[in-house]
């Protein structure tokens, strides 16, 4: 499946309840997601965030109503929705390899150069000059020198370096403090402003400079408006 930009994702109707289960998570969201959008998702743990998040991948499929990315159902798209989606979790994982291997899982044609740019886009370029072999360092040997927030910055590094029209970022920052916290959340907007972006959060820092909130409450919208009607 080969689709064109704009990228629009829209939610019609959309009910979920996990395999194996009685109990309905998702009762009936209509939402659309427009290009370049920044949208925040907010919600009580359990309210079923990270499950709409796997609906608008296309891991799984609404037992009623449709999940859409330009009109076609995003299950369909399989593993070529990687062109068009990628993620960030709670904790990147990193493989044990280069820093430079752990890069181009973004982009595997990615040049030197290119790795360079999107390091210094993130604010690791200097951290990685002073290891000794720079990008090719092991992660293994630098481990224990990546905090939290460098490791959600390379985490970025590759999302940017992969260089898909919607990010979607599942509270991708817990477990930093609040300044780091701030420093990712500048750098994300910053650097993903033409981009969709779908932001799970459970707080309310940033949320002002997106361009739309929705709040999930058991399952279903309870509030939905911009940063000003909110
Ligand atoms: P959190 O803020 O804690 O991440 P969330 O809003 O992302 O929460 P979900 O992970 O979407 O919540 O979960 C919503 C509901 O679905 C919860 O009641 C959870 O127990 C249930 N659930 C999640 N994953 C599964 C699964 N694989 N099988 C069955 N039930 C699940
Ligand atoms: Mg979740």
């Known amino acids: 499946i080969s689709i064109e930009a704009p990228y629009e994702l829209q939610l019609k ?3 979920y309840t996990y395999p194996h289960t009685r109990k309905e998570i998702l009762h009936g969201i209509n939402l659309t997601i427009k290009p370049g959008e ?12 990270s499950t709409m998040a796997s609906l608008l991948r296309g891991d799984r499929i609404p037992t009623e109503g449709t999940v859409t990315l330009n009109n076609i159902n995003t299950s369909k798209f399989g593993d070529q929705i990687t062109n068009y989606f990628s993620v960030i979790n709670q904790s990147p994982y990193l493989f044990n390899t280069t820093i430079a291997n752990n890069l181009r899982l973004g982009n595997e044609d990615a040049t030197d150069e290119q790795l360079w740019d999107v390091l210094h886009r993130v604010g690791l370029a200097e951290m990685v000059e002073s290891l000794p072999d720079k990008i090719n360092t092991k992660v293994e040997e630098a481990g224990l020198r990546f905090s939290g927030g460098e490791r959600h910055r390379l985490a970025l590094a590759r999302v940017l370096l992969k260089d898909t029209p919607i990010v ?30 779908i932001w799970i959060t459970h707080h309310l820092q940033g949320i002002e400079k997106m361009d739309q909130i929705i709040f999930l409450e058991d399952g279903k919208l309870a509030m939905q408006g911009s940063p000003d009607q909110l």
């Open 168 to 197: 979607l970022l599942d509270e991708p920052t817990v477990g930093l403090d609040p300044i780091t916290e701030q420093a990712v959340i500048n750098t994300i907007l910053t650097q993903l402003k033409n981009k969709t972006l």
């Open 38 to 49: 920044k949208l925040a998702i907010l919600g009580r743990s359990g309210s079923g965030k």
């Open 13 to 15: 109707n959309v009910h």
